[in-house]
């Protein structure tokens, strides 16, 4: 590769440096496999994908002894995760009552936590990573994936394997060339992201707030620096609220979220705003001879319950795990591969049934509401019951499948 210290030939090439990517890569270098980490993009400042880790990712950062630099970057917690109706706040999940030393919810800026791995990753000597190298093609021989084709710096590179990882995330180009059929669910909504400074008339009390309104709906995240938004729609109504104009949109939001009623009209122009379609699903198979997929790749995740990064990160865990060895002693099958997605699905499975049962009951229900929504039955007995709320809060921080680092 001529114009970088990259090498022709590793172990194991990585596609995409997000939560899955970066984890796995930093843990197959931990365990003595050469890895190359090949992210898209020049900076890992991206459009924001989510914040929240979990304690079963900071108790995987602790086996790995970051835990604690992590968490001294500048973040905001939530100890219970509680949605306010109009007549009425609903606590789901109580996170408190855990029984771990991360009785919490961090929300750590994606950018900062990536970037803290991939600085710790550097000075390991199987570790390498290229940032700015979009992959294009999968290279194949007698049937099985051997490695990428990509562009950096204008130029085409190539790049051999052992094994490819496409961590791509939702949109996988790897899962694509593959072609891996993704069987889609369309949630009924689209988010509406901006962001906002923070207000000065009004000290920000909550991490996260989720306020569900007659017909609408608003999550804000606390960033310490600015508050990033999303505005919960109905999927395709956002022409017909262009349509209504910014000062209608601006109203919406001071009824629905005064304590930012008066930065809201720091929004002068859609174009400060950007639309997402919420889009989940699931790969019917996760690897192929010579490729693996894990995180968003496998599994398109939604925003719901703010778990996607975690299992993200589990899955990495688990494919190191499982993959290492192998790799190591040059051994690997496809039979290995297909035991990582044997080990990970029935967990991703579950979560995904979950976050549908949601976005059908709670999102849709509130957001076809023309009159203040009130909670469903469960989500009030859940919220009197302090066991059930323990019980929502371990749920949603470990899943049905806790993996832990081995071998380290
Ligand atoms: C709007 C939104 C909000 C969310 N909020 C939360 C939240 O609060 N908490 C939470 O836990 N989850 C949240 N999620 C889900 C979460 O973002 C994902 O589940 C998680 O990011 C998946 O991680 P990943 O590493 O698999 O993929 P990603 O984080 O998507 O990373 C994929 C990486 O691959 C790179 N890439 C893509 N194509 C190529 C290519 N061809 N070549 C090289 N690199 C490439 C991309 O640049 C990217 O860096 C949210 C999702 C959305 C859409």
């Not at 093609?137 to 099985?144: D, I, S, T, V, W």
């Not at 910014?246 to 720091?266: M, S």
């Amino acid at each position: 590769m001529s114009g970088t210290d990259y090498p022709d030939k590793t172990q194991v090439c990585i596609i995409g440096g997000g939560p899955a990517g970066v984890i796995a890569a930093y843990l197959f270098a931990l365990r003595g496999v050469s890895v190359v980490l090949l992210e898209g993009m020049k900076d890992f400042d991206r459009e924001f994908r989510g914040d929240s880790l979990h304690a079963s990712s900071l108790e995987i950062l602790e086996q790995l002894g970051l835990a604690d630099e992590i968490l001294e970057q500048t973040h905001s917690r939530i100890e219970k995760l509680s949605l306010t109706f109009p007549n009425s706040v609903i606590t789901m999940a109580d996170f408190s009552a855990m029984d771990t030393k991360y009785p919490y919810v961090a929300f750590i800026p994606q950018e900062k936590f990536l970037n803290h791995i991939v600085e710790k990753g550097k000075q390991l000597s199987g570790f390498k990573v290229l940032m700015g190298a979009q992959v294009r093609e999968l290279k194949e021989a007698n049937g099985k994936i051997t490695g990428v084709k990509f562009i950096y710096e204008g130029n085409e590179h190539e790049l051999d394997a052992g094994l490819t990882i496409g961590a791509d995330g939702r949109g996988s180009t790897a899962r694509r060339l593959a072609k891996i059929n993704l069987v889609k669910t369309s949630p009924p909504m689209d988010v509406i992201w901006f962001r906002l400074p923070l207000p000065t008339d009004t000290e920000m009390q909550e991490a996260v707030s989720g306020r569900i309104g007659s017909g609408t709906m608003i999550v804000i995240i606390n960033r310490k620096e600015y508050l990033q938004v999303g505005y919960i729609i109905m999927k395709g109504s956002y022409k017909k609220l262009r349509e209504q104009g910014l000062e209608h949109f601006h109203e919406v939001i001071k009824n629905l979220a005064p304590e930012i009623a008066n930065t809201i009209t720091e929004i002068k122009d859609w174009s400060q705003m950007a639309i997402l379609s919420v889009v989940t699903g699931r790969a019917e198979q996760w690897y192929k001879d010579g490729l693996l997929l894990i995180g968003d790749a496998a599994h398109i995740m939604s925003p719901v319950g703010g778990v996607g990064i975690n299992y993200a990160i589990q899955d990495a865990v688990a494919a190191v795990n499982q993959l290492a060895g192998p790799i190591k002693e040059d051994r690997l099958t496809i039979s290995d591969l297909a035991k990582v997605q044997k080990r990970r699905e029935p967990a991703v499975s579950i979560i995904q049934r979950f976050q549908l049962l949601i976005q059908q009951r709670v999102i849709s229900g509130a957001l076809k509401s023309d009159e203040a929504f009130s909670p469903p039955l469960p989500m009030k007995i859940i919220s009197r019951i302090p066991f059930l709320r323990k019980r929502l809060a371990y749920f949603l921080a470990y899943g049905t499948r806790h993996e832990k680092v081995q071998n380290i």
